[in-house]
């Protein structure tokens, strides 16, 4: 009975990796355009006391090495770097925001 069980959660574990909604359709972007996309929402977010310009990627993404925290997987990683980069893309989309010279040409990437 345990190798049915065992074959059976093999099989739906199976479908599931290879299901067309468990890949993205973008490609996880590097450490340093998350970086940079995080910088650009959390300057917004600042200069507009708004906490929600920044969103998901304020909560998930963590530009630096904190020892107490614990390392976060790469899948964690991916998905905060993701939320950043659409985070940003939304902010510099906005016509409703108002920003610096400087930020509106880190905007460029993003747009």
């Given at each position: 009975?345990?190798?049915?069980?065992?074959?059976?959660?093999?099989?739906?574990?199976?479908?599931?990796?290879?299901?067309?909604?468990?890949?993205?359709?973008?490609?996880?972007?590097?450490?340093?355009?998350?970086?940079?996309?995080?910088?650009?929402?959390t300057e917004l977010a600042r200069q507009h006391r708004d906490p929600a310009i920044s969103?998901?990627?304020?909560?998930?993404?963590?530009?630096?090495?904190?020892?107490?925290?614990?390392?976060?997987?790469?899948?964690?990683?991916?998905?905060?770097?993701?939320?950043?980069?659409?985070?940003?893309?939304?902010?510099?989309?906005?016509?409703?925001?108002?920003?610096?010279?400087?930020?509106?040409?880190?905007?460029?990437?993003?747009?």
């Amino acid at each position: 009975m345990k190798v049915l069980r065992h074959g059976a959660s093999a099989a739906v574990a199976m479908l599931l990796a290879h299901a067309p909604a468990a890949h993205s359709a973008s490609p996880v972007p590097p450490f340093d355009v998350a970086y940079r996309a995080w910088e650009i929402v959390t300057e917004l977010a600042r200069q507009h006391r708004d906490p929600a310009i920044s969103g998901e990627c304020a909560r998930t993404f963590r530009p630096f090495v904190i020892p107490a925290l614990r390392r976060q997987t790469r899948q964690e990683q991916d998905t905060a770097a993701q939320a950043c980069v659409t985070a940003a893309r939304s902010a510099c989309a906005s016509s409703t925001l108002r920003r610096s010279e400087e930020t509106g040409r880190k905007c460029e990437e993003f747009k």
